[in-house]
Structures are given as C-alpha cells and as structure tokens.
Nanobody, 129 residues
Framework: QVHLVESGGGSVQPGESLRLSCAAS????????MGWFRQAPGKELEGVAVLDTRAGHTFYAASVKGRFTIPQDNAKNTLYLQMSLKPEDTGMYYC???????????????????????WGQGTQVTVSS
C-alpha cells in the first residue's frame, strides 16, 4: 500500500502559479502510474495529468495542456503539479497512484480514476480575482 499526502494548495489570482506536492511513502516501487485529479464544486472528479513513473511519459487533460506540468523527484518520492492558473481550475486536487502502468495509457484516467489504487486526502486550490 502507498500513503499519499498532498500539499501546496491555496488561493491565488488568475495568471499566478502554484506547485502542488504529493509525498509518497510505503510500497512506492509498486506504483507505476501516478497522477493528479480534481473536483470542482458541483462537478464530477476529473483527471488532470498522469505520469508513467518509470518511462517518464506524461499525459494531460486538454483543459490544462500547456499550462500544467507533472514532474517527479524520485529521490524524494514526491510528485508535483506545476500550474499556471485560471479561475476554472478552482477545485480540490487529489494525488493518486496505480499499480499498473496501463492506467496511464488508457483514457479512463481522464474520468474518475477507477484504475487508481491509492489516493491522498486532497488540497484545495482557489483561483479568483
């Protein structure tokens, strides 16, 4: 099992940047795909970005492509989400991990992330002028 703890959320103005962190502990070597999901008020959970932790391949939702990146620091067992923000990015952001790399390569991650095994508690991001 993998324990995930997110941090770095906050309230910012449009055009500003935030970096979310996801610290992983436990059987991290067994998690081949990691990602970020978000849930806006009144909306369903959606995938934001995923990373194949060994191959380094990344995939992004169309709404964030070009504005978000998903780097990792293997030495620190930490996944990041670097964001340049718009008001529509407001929501609760969750880090998740999947045992199989296939979770990154099927489009199911763009939805509710049913193929992901471990989830963090979430961190709130609010973008408002």
């Amino acid at each position: 099992q993998v324990h995930l703890v997110e941090s770095g959320g906050g309230s910012v103005q449009p055009g500003e940047s935030l970096r979310l962190s996801c610290a992983a502990s436990g059987d991290t070597y067994e998690r081949r795909c990691m990602g970020w999901f978000r849930q806006a008020p009144g909306k369903e959970l959606e995938g934001v970005a995923v990373l194949d932790t060994r191959a380094g391949h990344t995939f992004y939702a169309a709404s964030v492509k070009g504005r978000f990146t998903i780097p990792q620091d293997n030495a620190k067992n930490t996944l990041y989400l670097q964001m340049s923000l718009k008001p529509e990015d407001t929501g609760m952001y969750y880090c998740a991990a999947a045992a199989g790399s296939y979770a990154c390569y099927t489009d199911s991650w763009r939805g509710s992330g049913s193929q992901f095994d471990d989830w963090g508690q979430g961190t709130q991001v609010t973008v408002s002028s």
